[in-house]
């Protein structure tokens, strides 16, 4: 089917197996916090012990005046005055990951994703800091679910204020500075859309009495960056077993204590107009940041969604409708070979719109698709049926439906004999070839 143009073919899905790894593989992490010879690394990480002292410092301080002494200096300064506080690369690339076999093997790396209160500083009296920290603690204390891994002790942190080269104040940076910052903000969103990286959302609002100024009374949601970064996380794996990858801190409630799970909501991920049209209705600290967001979301979603192999929505309290969006995206996703949708309430007509996408040439790839305990019917299982017999789903090897009550015994089997003939055509036509190969 796809012989022709094979050259083409074969140079797209290489762009694309690259583009994934960037989301994948821990190098490019790593990269983004090396400095060449005459040059500052775009990125520096945050040893959490210095971020938990200082937060713990703030939490007892009772005037502004003390807690704007304790806040968080910009990078520039924290590197003179606590050049301690950060990890070496060598650290970093020493700190032990979580177990390979859930979730990838997640690194113990978590970026902060949060409202910047003003332009001046984005956190001037700590509070952002002191919330950050809680909800660490807590993770690092209670399983967000029963089997959960706990968010290691040793963690470094992407805290952009400090991670990134500043302007001094008098709003300018060095030569030096400017290229590291420009470099580090070409990738930004790499720290939250990474596969290995756990995100921290600050969604709960600063409890502190709003400024005069407008973009310190804007919510989470109200933003741009991170409405960018909160939709560019949307790819992020899911696992039982290894510690949760996305944390909502409003979700762990005013007391950082409880132990409720703190998981954070998602939901499928926004076609680039889509993104553009929501963007349309959020503010910036700097508004010359919109087209450079709108860009960034763009390239993130078609590298995380568009190269994946592997794709994981499972558990998530999905019905037809998020389905049904995702599935403006599986057109594009030429490389699947795993998409998981079991656990969710999803019925017949996201199964149809999942039929549609394999009939109109989608999906190609696909091997392995998990649409167990759902609420499924024969109606659903029949869209299916058709898609199968059809020939429309030509890798495919393995279907789990279990769990779906109002999907009738003889639907199953009739779908596990549509999978065996499946399997039996591609069997003859390796035959062929392989006779004619001898030939």
């Not at 967000?144 to 952009?160: M, W």
């Not at 756990?198 to 969604?203: A, D, I, L, Q, Y």
């Not at 998020?322 to 795993?338: D, F, G, M, S, Y």
């Not at 199968?388 to 779908?415: C, Q, V, Y």
């Amino acid at each position: 089917m796809l012989e022709g143009g094979g050259e083409s073919v074969r140079a797209e899905n290489a762009e694309a197996e690259t583009a994934s790894l960037t989301y994948v593989e821990p190098e490019s992490l790593f990269a983004q916090c090396t400095a060449a010879i005459g040059t500052r690394a775009n990125v520096r990480l945050l040893r959490w012990d210095f971020l938990d002292d200082r937060a713990r410092r703030l939490a007892l301080a009772t005037t502004d005046a003390e807690r704007a002494a304790l806040a968080l200096p910009r990078r520039q300064d924290l590197e003179r005055d606590h050049p301690a506080a950060f990890y070496s690369l060598d650290e970093l690339q020493a700190l032990p990951r979580g177990n390979k076999a859930f979730a990838g093997g997640p690194l113990p790396l978590v970026a902060v994703s949060y409202c910047w209160r003003s332009a001046a500083h984005p956190d001037p009296f700590g509070q952002a800091l002191v919330r950050f920290a809680a909800a660490v603690r807590h993770a690092q204390r209670h399983r967000a679910q029963r089997h959960n891994a706990l968010l290691p002790k040793a963690v470094a942190v992407f805290f952009d204020w400090c991670s990134l080269d500043q302007k001094d104040a008098q709003g300018n940076r060095t030569d030096q500075e400017r290229a590291s910052f420009q470099g580090a903000l070409a990738s930004m969103q790499l720290w939250y859309a990474h596969q290995l990286t756990t995100v921290f959302m600050m969604t709960d609002p600063a409890t502190d009495p709003a400024s005069d100024t407008l973009v310190d009374s804007l919510s989470y949601g109200a933003r741009g960056w991170p409405t960018e970064s909160r939709c560019a996380m949307l790819g992020k794996r899911t696992s039982q077993h290894a510690w949760p990858l996305l944390v909502d801190v409003a979700a762990l409630g005013s007391d950082a204590g409880r132990t409720e799970a703190g998981l954070a909501p998602r939901y499928p991920p926004l076609r680039p107009d889509e993104f553009h049209a929501l963007l349309a209705t959020k503010r910036f600290t700097n508004g010359a940041d919109a087209e450079l967001v709108a860009n960034l979301y763009t390239a993130t979603a078609r590298e995380v969604i568009g190269g994946a192999s592997m794709l994981k929505f499972g558990g998530l309290q999905w019905g037809d409708a998020e389905l049904v969006e995702l599935c403006a995206w599986l057109p594009h996703c030429q490389k699947l070979r795993t998409l998981s949708l079991v656990g969710n309430r999803i019925g017949d007509g996201g199964i149809r719109a999942l039929a549609a996408v394999v009939a109109s040439g989608g999906l190609q790839q696909l091997c392995d698709l998990n649409i167990g305990s759902n609420v499924i019917s024969d109606r659903g299982g029949r869209a299916l049926l058709k898609a199968i017999e059809a020939g429309h789903f030509p890798a495919m090897t393995k279907l789990e439906t279990h769990g779906n009550r109002d999907l009738s015994e003889l639907m199953r089997t009739r779908l596990r004999e549509a999978l065996r003939a499946l399997d039996r055509e591609r069997a003859a036509r390796a035959r062929v070839r392989t006779s004619s190969g001898n030939n």
